[in-house]
């Protein structure tokens, strides 16, 4: 099972509101990535987190904030986005040992900021 | 810097018609190079791994090639359901969890 769940599939929020994304992987995986793809480009790598430790921050704006609470789970926090935000965010995995250098892509979030 | 470039941005094919989207890179050190597939609204699905020049791997309609400055992906006698963005993404040496660097990707479309 290579599965990543994301929730919400779709999400509008407003430039005020504060939302979280959730991301969810059940195969062993201490890598877990977020990435921000808008359209008719490819996916661009935000955080980085391994063994629950965030390891990576592209220099991502402080509205984002990631958070890491158990192995399998990954949340991104928004709180005072801008419209320029809206985008699909990904969550991908990949396992820290064996050919532990493929990621394991979600559904993605498509947000759109109003 | 990482780079990635991928040939041509756009394709497009009749059924069986054969070809070959070409993905150049440039990287300190590749530690493996990825192939993914991307329908539109959704997350990139996973396709193929290549870690060394020479190696070559295959699914179904699909085969994947790597020399020590590009990758081929081949799509032989094409259907319509393989119309799909493709992604390629290069993960250099450095140690760490680090993320993929991916190519604009190649929009191909599979006319019946």
């Known amino acids: 099972d290579t599965e990543v769940t994301q929730t919400p599939k779709h999400l509008v929020m407003g430039m005020t509101n504060k939302k979280s994304l959730k991301c969810e992987q059940h195969?062993?995986?201490?890598?877990m990535y977020w990435y921000k793809q808008k359209a008719k480009k490819p996916p661009e790598l935000m955080f980085v987190?391994?063994?629950?430790?965030?390891?990576i921050n592209e220099s991502v704006p402080s509205r984002f904030s990631p958070e890491c609470p158990n192995s399998s789970l990954l949340n991104l926090h928004l709180h005072a986005l801008q419209p320029e935000d809206s985008a699909l965010y990904l969550c991908?995995?990949?396992?820290?040992?064996?050919?532990?250098?493929?990621?394991?892509f979600g559904p993605g979030t498509r947000l759109t900021v109003t | 810097e990482d780079q990635v470039t991928q040939s041509p941005e756009a394709l497009r094919l009749q059924e069986g018609e054969s070809s070959s989207l070409n993905c150049s890179y440039t990287?300190?050190?590749?530690?493996?190079l990825f192939w993914y597939r991307q329908d539109p609204g959704k997350g990139p699905e996973f396709l193929f791994t290549?870690?060394?020049a020479g190696e070559e791997k295959e699914k179904e309609r699909l085969k994947a090639t790597l020399t020590k400055k590009e990758s081929f992906l081949h799509i032989t006698a094409p259907k319509p359901e393989d119309s799909a963005t493709y992604l390629c993404?290069?993960?250099?040496?450095?140690?760490?969890?680090?993320?993929?660097?991916f190519g604009k990707g190649t929009h191909l479309i599979i006319q019946p």
């Open positions: 991908a995995s990949r396992p820290t040992s064996g050919e532990w250098y493929e990621q394991y």
């Open positions: 195969m062993g995986h201490r890598a």
């Open positions: 987190y391994s063994y629950e430790k965030l390891s």
């Open positions: 990287v300190s050190g590749l530690r493996g």
């Open positions: 290549l870690y060394s």
């Open positions: 993404a290069v993960q250099a040496r450095g140690g760490g969890a680090d993320g993929l660097t």
